[in-house]
């Protein structure tokens, strides 16, 4: 079992930045891809980043393209989500998702077999 946990989170002024980790236990995700998704209120759980093992070509959604990065440590089982220029509507719970089985699209929550907690961002105008 991988049982994943995200840092970071907090509250900071548009145009801040912050960095999120998610850190795992339990076994080695070198190998897995990892997701970051988050849910503002009221709305569904989307899509933010998603990283391979490899980390070759990182995908991104649309709203944090070249705003936000994905990264990870392999000797850290970590994985880290940077985001700068944050704007209010980044606010949300951020999740980390890690899937060792490559199913599906990075995109898809459905193909992402361990969840972590959630950390809360909010970015304040």
């Known amino acids: 079992q991988v049982q994943l946990v995200e840092y970071g989170g907090g509250l900071v002024q548009a145009g801040g930045s912050l960095r999120l980790s998610c850190a795992a236990s339990?076994?080695?995700?070198?190998?897995?891809?990892v997701g970051w998704f988050r849910q503002a209120p009221g709305k569904e759980r989307e899509f933010v980043a998603a990283i391979s093992g490899s980390s070759i070509s990182p995908d991104y959604a649309d709203s944090v393209k070249g705003r936000f990065t994905i990264s990870r440590e392999n000797a850290k089982n970590t994985v880290y989500l940077q985001m700068n220029s944050l704007k209010p509507e980044d606010t949300a719970v951020y999740y980390c998702?890690?899937?060792?089985?490559?199913?599906?699209?990075?995109?898809?929550?459905?193909?992402?077999?361990?969840w972590g907690q959630g950390t809360q961002v909010t970015v304040s105008s």
């Open positions: 339990g076994r080695s995700i070198s190998s897995y891809r």
């Open positions: 998702a890690a899937d060792n089985y490559y199913t599906g699209y990075a995109f898809l929550r459905s193909g992402y077999d361990y």
